[in-house]
């Protein structure tokens, strides 16, 4: 893991910056520009990125690595917003609207993120109009995620919900093996069971049924392969 922080540290920060698609579409004088005023840093896992309430000041791009999105209640329970892999921003929102920041951030593993500051991202939304719209996109894509979460939770069971969201992080951050999907975000069953509204005890239950049915697999790493993606659409119906 950390060695591919390193690969990714030694690489040219404006390289970086044109993979990431957010900077979709912008030239080597805008890259140039960005990547002269963007800092890396490593987060080892379970650092704290930002909190709630705390004022926007930076927003940040996942390099590699994944980040929780949490809200804490005043009972002690954890709620899970989000689950976050590279390439995601993280922190925007507050920038953009100079509200407080509305969740807390957290890294699951050792992560390594590139920031910049509000000032410079207000300017480059201002300044390079590519941006902004990929912005846009960005955050419809997330509302549009929400809105299948949602709907997910109101009208199917544990079953369903787990493979539904499987499914979603193969879609969005898998790397294709053959007919097999390697899913390289850090997920727990803990986690899992917060986004599905779920117990753990009963995730682990669904998760050995769909290992013991060949569904999915685990690797030695901890991380879950998809196997048979049609398998796991079908309880999602």
Known sequence: MMLHMVDVHSDDTRNILSAIPL?????????????ARAHRRVFPAGKSIFTAEQPGEAVYIILFGTVKIHVEQTDGRDVILSILGTGDTVGEMSLIDSAGRSASAVSLEDSLLLWMDKSTFQQILNDYPPVARNLV??????????DELIKALATLDVYGRVARQLLAFAEKYGYAEGE???IPVALT????????????KRVNQVMVFFREQ??????????IVVLNREALAKYCK
């Open 23 to 35: 900077f979709e579409g912008l030239g080597l004088t805008e890259l140039n520009w960005i990547a």
């Open 189 to 200: 069953q803990g986690d899992i069971a917060d986004l599905v509204g779920a117990s753990r």
């Open 137 to 146: 996109k960005i955050l419809s894509a997330r509302v549009r995620l929400s």
């Open 214 to 223: 060949e569904f999915i697999s685990i690797t030695a790493a901890g991380r």
């Open 180 to 182: 097999s999907v390697l």
